[in-house]
């Protein structure tokens, strides 16, 4: 093995265990986060709205009166987390870098093999580069202008002028 096919080979491996393997976490964790948000609204509100129908006015005990506050406030804070951090956006962001960095590191295995001179491994090598360079900067942006001026997380009251 060249020293050309050694070095693509080397980076190809580091494509894997650091960047694709980071964002095969980040998109799990993002999902469970968000199914577990959601199914903490739906299970709360739910739960809210059977102890209302079925507590009787006559038997409304303190328990029931704390669920009916408590649940609503546990289904408005997890509805809260999810919307003001952009759960489901962050999800969707992390698993389209997840593809980019699988469809860079299978190119670039297929590129390798099919490589016959050191300066085509040159060449490979340095446009995967600058194209994983490219994929991560596009998610720093991605992920930032989530919380760009204008959104929910930093609104700025309208100027009069």
Known sequence: MTNQEQALSDFLGELHRNYES????????????YIALQAIILVTSFAAAVIAAVVDKDHFSNAARVSL?????????????????????QWRLREQGRLEFQGLISEGRMRLAAAATPEELTAIHKDLHERAQ??????????FSFFAAGSPA???APTSG
């Open 154 to 156: 930093q609104f700025t």
């Open 22 to 33: 980071w964002y095969v976490r980040a998109t799990r964790r993002s999902y469970q986060w």
């Open 134 to 143: 490219k994929a991560e900067r596009d998610q720093a942006e991605g992920f």
């Open 69 to 89: 506050i408590l649940l609503p406030l546990l289904g408005a804070l997890a509805t809260n987390i999810l919307t003001h951090t952009k759960l489901y956006d």
